[in-house]
């Protein structure tokens, strides 16, 4: 990664205030502290699946857990990638403080109080503060800072264990969809806002430099003819 720099890039700060958005669309409707017909009909179908896939689900949301951040920091620290390490560890306090103060702004019940059909597995909480999601704001904010550092199909890694744990969440009964949803936007927020603290690499070759267009290509000829 010879050819990389560090950037501050547009589409961190375009993320950041979408996600803002987002979250705060998701709260204004959650802020009513009911359940919508087409929310609910979401939340049945993923919760109502077979009860076979609960040992799965039940060890997938773990990669939501406060843990995770340190730990992701450590691994980013023995790989001598500082700035991930920084801007994981500062997902972990953005996450702590982002959720508390929309805890404290939007309270919704689980679904346990909410959902009249809901079932709830593996020891999950049935009552207390649902909007947003804990699990999803920590593990959308990490796969937010960790996918500069990765190339190619790898990317999409991180999002897959965005999706599990959101899907994961619903399966076992913890949370709605918006409470997923907006979990998702807040972390996308909050990782939009680490990176642009401490910027990220991109490539040489193609690098995006915030107020910079690219060269026109060349055509190849030397001789100034058409």
């Given at each position: ?17 979408a ?10 409707i ?5 359940v ?64 508390s ?18 079932i ?27 996918t ?11 999002w ?62 030397s001789?100034?003819?058409?």
């Amino acid at each position: 990664m010879g050819t990389d720099r560090l950037v501050r890039r547009r589409s961190d700060a375009i993320a950041a205030v979408a996600g803002f958005a987002v979250l705060v669309a998701c709260g204004l409707i959650a802020r009513s502290g009911t359940v919508g017909a087409a929310e609910r009909s979401v939340f049945e179908a993923i919760n109502g699946l077979p009860e076979g896939l609960e040992p799965v689900m039940h060890q997938a949301q773990f990669l939501g857990v406060l843990a995770i951040g340190p730990l992701v920091a450590l691994v980013a620290l023995a790989f001598r990638r500082y700035r991930l390490a920084v801007a994981a560890a500062l997902v972990t306090l953005f996450k702590l403080v982002g959720e508390s103060i929309v805890w404290k702004v939007v309270h919704r019940e689980r679904p346990g109080v909410t959902e009249p059909n809901a079932i709830v597995r593996g020891g999950t909480a049935t009552e207390g503060v649902s909007f947003v999601s804990g699990h999803v704001v920590l593990v959308t904010g990490l796969a937010w800072v960790i996918t500069p550092y990765l190339r190619g199909r790898s990317r999409i890694i991180p999002w897959l264990v965005v999706a599990l744990v959101g899907f994961a969440r619903m399966y076992l009964g913890a949370h709605n969809p918006l409470d997923v949803l907006g979990g998702l936007a807040l972390g996308v927020a909050i990782g939009a806002v680490a990176n642009l603290l401490v910027k990220v690499p991109v490539s040489g070759a193609g690098a995006e430099e915030p107020g910079r267009e690219a060269p026109a290509p060349s055509s190849g000829r030397s001789d100034g003819g058409p």
